[in-house]
């Protein structure tokens, strides 16, 4: 089994990150060790491999189009923000002004039957309930990292 | 005109869309690169590529002029990619279509054939075991391998401490060397 050390070491040496004393220590264990010669020279032929690789390169179009898309993502996300924030605050006057009065005329009205009432003001309550819910889910979701988990600081 | 991305951050900030132009036209390879090596998509890399710049602008005002831009882009980026990943139940489908963003640099041409055939079929296996890594670990062998990053730039960028990037660096590498290792 190849301890933590001599694994930090093969990584350093192989990036070129490492001192010389890490590679004289490395090459002493590797000479003691047939288990870290092996697991060396392993680690050796993935770095020339992937050594050999690189990325693809896209259209030379995509590069002339790439800030163009950008502005018009941002003007898009700016027209967005201007419906959504208009059809929000109309909503809620909306929401302000007829809620009072539709309970007012359902609670006044003696014809209305007691199982739909319950019902309007169950509907009312779910709506708020998940109204709250998704904002308390934008506010805290998004500033989730996965990585946070396991990770020592 | 050579001006350092400094300046063009505090001319953004004061509204000049064009500066900010300047700023995603200078960085938009690395950024698209970045994105591609944590999704895997041409095509979902170049939108959340586009969209984190579009994001960086809206956030423009809370950018530090004396810090690195493309740091502070990168963090945006990255977010974005790992929700879109923790999103799509189909992301290894996606991965696996073949490390198609990957190519073999020139001097593999000058090769004997036989030597070109056994690095080809390593770069296959190897771009395929690629796809399939703990995305944390395909995140640290992409800005080793393919930015280019020093161990201390991926622990600024990943969050972590080096210690943790060359863990993630070794057991991505000991996926990749199994990989290669099949038969």
């Given at each position: 089994?190849?301890?933590?050390?001599?694994?930090?070491?093969?990584?350093?040496?192989?990036?070129?990150?490492?001192?010389?004393?890490?590679?004289?220590?490395?090459?002493?264990?590797?000479?003691?060790?047939?288990?870290?010669?092996?697991?060396?020279?392993?680690?050796?032929?993935?770095?020339?491999?992937?050594?050999?690789?690189?990325?693809?390169?896209?259209?030379?179009?995509?590069?002339?189009?790439?800030?163009?898309?950008?502005?018009?993502?941002?003007?898009?996300?700016?027209?967005?923000?201007?419906?959504?924030?208009?059809?929000?605050?109309?909503?809620?006057?909306?929401?302000?002004?007829?809620?009072?009065?539709?309970?007012?005329?359902?609670?006044?009205?003696?014809?209305?039957?007691?199982?739909?009432?319950?019902?309007?003001?169950?509907?009312?309550?779910?709506?708020?309930?998940?109204?709250?819910?998704?904002?308390?889910?934008?506010?805290?979701?998004?500033?989730?990292?996965?990585?946070?988990?396991?990770?020592?600081? | 005109?050579?001006?350092?991305?400094?300046?063009?951050?505090?001319?953004?900030?004061?509204?000049?869309?064009?500066?900010?132009?300047?700023?995603?036209?200078?960085?938009?390879?690395?950024?698209?690169?970045?994105?591609?090596g944590?999704?895997?998509?041409?095509?979902?890399?170049?939108?959340?590529?586009?969209?984190?710049?579009?994001?960086?602008?809206?956030?423009?005002?809370?950018?530090?002029?004396?810090?690195?831009?493309?740091?502070?882009?990168?963090?945006?980026?990255?977010?974005?990619?790992?929700?879109?990943?923790?999103?799509?139940?189909?992301?290894?489908?996606?991965?696996?279509?073949?490390?198609?963003?990957?190519?073999?640099?020139?001097?593999?041409?000058?090769?004997?054939?036989?030597?070109?055939?056994?690095?080809?079929?390593?770069?296959?296996?190897?771009?395929?075991?690629?796809?399939?890594?703990?995305?944390?670990?395909r995140e640290?062998l992409v800005l080793?391998?393919f930015?280019?990053?020093?161990?201390?730039?991926?622990?600024?960028?990943?969050?972590?401490?080096?210690?943790?990037?060359?863990?993630?660096?070794?057991?991505?590498?000991?996926?990749?060397?199994?990989?290669?290792?099949?038969?």
């Amino acid at each position: 089994m190849i301890d933590d050390r001599t694994l930090a070491l093969i990584m350093a040496v192989l990036d070129d990150e490492h001192s010389p004393e890490d590679l004289k220590e490395l090459e002493d264990l590797a000479a003691a060790s047939a288990e870290v010669r092996d697991e060396w020279r392993r680690q050796q032929r993935v770095k020339e491999a992937t050594s050999t690789m690189a990325w693809r390169e896209p259209t030379a179009e995509t590069w002339d189009r790439y800030w163009m898309s950008v502005y018009n993502k941002t003007e898009r996300k700016i027209a967005w923000l201007l419906v959504l924030g208009g059809s929000f605050v109309l909503a809620a006057v909306g929401l302000w002004e007829a809620v009072p009065h539709m309970l007012r005329s359902l609670f006044n009205d003696s014809s209305q039957p007691v199982s739909v009432r319950i019902a309007v003001v169950a509907i009312l309550l779910g709506v708020l309930l998940l109204v709250v819910s998704v904002i308390r889910e934008q506010l805290t979701a998004n500033r989730k990292d996965p990585y946070d988990k396991g990770v020592s600081r | 005109m050579n001006v350092d991305d400094a300046e063009l951050i505090v001319r953004a900030q004061a509204g000049d869309t064009e500066a900010f132009g300047m700023l995603v036209t200078r960085h938009m390879r690395q950024a698209y690169f970045s994105a591609v090596g944590l999704v895997g998509s041409r095509e979902d890399a170049l939108d959340l590529s586009q969209e984190a710049f579009a994001r960086a602008f809206h956030a423009r005002k809370t950018i530090d002029p004396a810090r690195p831009f493309y740091a502070w882009y990168y963090t945006i980026l990255r977010r974005l990619c790992f929700n879109w990943l923790r999103d799509r139940r189909s992301r290894r489908e996606r991965l696996q279509q073949g490390g198609w963003w990957l190519e073999e640099v020139s001097l593999a041409a000058m090769d004997a054939p036989d030597r070109d055939l056994e690095r080809r079929e390593a770069h296959r296996r190897i771009a395929g075991a690629l796809a399939k890594l703990p995305d944390a670990e395909r995140e640290a062998l992409v800005l080793k391998e393919f930015e280019g990053l020093k161990y201390r730039e991926i622990a600024a960028r990943m969050g972590t401490p080096i210690g943790t990037v060359m863990s993630r660096l070794y057991s991505a590498r000991a996926h990749l060397a199994k990989a290669l290792e099949e038969q």
